[in-house]
């Protein structure tokens, strides 16, 4: 925030214009602006830094994108693999198979800097094309969130605190036929009717 530090003439030279002429004030230059608070002062190192983040941002995703990478992809998973993800994921990726969920869905980690960026060398190859988040078991979403360091397969900590009473992960049902439905206690008010096809031939009744 900005205070004006002189925004009319001075007094004498207000007293030696003509009255007849409206007071006009100076035009507002940045030598008449005074920094109000410590942090307004730095603001332009502000904007510069804030253009060095975007330019390093652009810097990781021309590595995202880079043909060499991608070429480099292209030979270690092959083919099919790789024209897959590119139709899937819309990007090639290579990285060490960390561990399969009870639904078949698949844990990839790379570490590399020069091949994934840091928050997205962790991903998931989902074993159905309908997929969505809740088909990820709590244990291994810890893991892809970066909530634990070690995978489920590695981590011996969650595995001594795996109770063998504990009731098997499902994933959200929810618009499906397996969906929750609440049971109605409350007795039907209209009898519906139920027809009662009697066979060919009979008499009818008196």
Not at 28 to 43: D, E, Q, R
Not at 119 to 131: E, K, L, P, V
Not at 158 to 182: I, L, Q
Not at 196 to 201: D, F, I, S, T
Request: glycine fraction near 4%; hydrophobic fraction near 35%; include cysteine.
């Amino acid at each position: 925030m900005y205070c004006l530090s002189q925004l009319v003439p001075e007094p004498n030279k207000l007293n030696d214009a003509p009255r007849n002429k409206p007071r006009i004030a100076p035009p507002l230059l940045a030598t008449n602006l005074i920094p109000l608070h410590p942090l307004a002062a730095p603001a332009a190192i502000r904007l510069h830094l804030s253009f060095l983040v975007l330019a390093l941002l652009s810097s990781y995703t021309f590595i995202m994108v880079s043909l060499a990478r991608t070429v480099r992809h292209f030979r270690q998973v092959g083919f099919r693999e790789w024209f897959r993800q590119m139709t899937y994921i819309g990007d090639s990726k290579a990285g060490r198979l960390v561990g399969t969920d009870q639904f078949g869905n698949r844990y990839f980690e790379n570490t590399d800097p020069a091949e994934e960026i840091p928050g997205r060398h962790r991903w998931i190859d989902y074993s159905q094309d309908d997929f969505n988040a809740s088909q990820v078991p709590p244990e291994w979403h810890s893991w892809i969130s970066h909530i634990r360091q070690h995978p489920p397969t590695e981590d011996a900590i969650m595995k001594a605190s795996t109770p063998p009473w504990k009731a098997a992960f499902v994933e959200n049902m929810t618009g499906t036929r397996g969906s929750f439905k609440t049971y109605s206690t409350t007795a039907p008010k209209v009898n519906a009717w139920e027809p009662v096809v009697k066979p060919r031939g009979s008499q009818p009744q008196a």
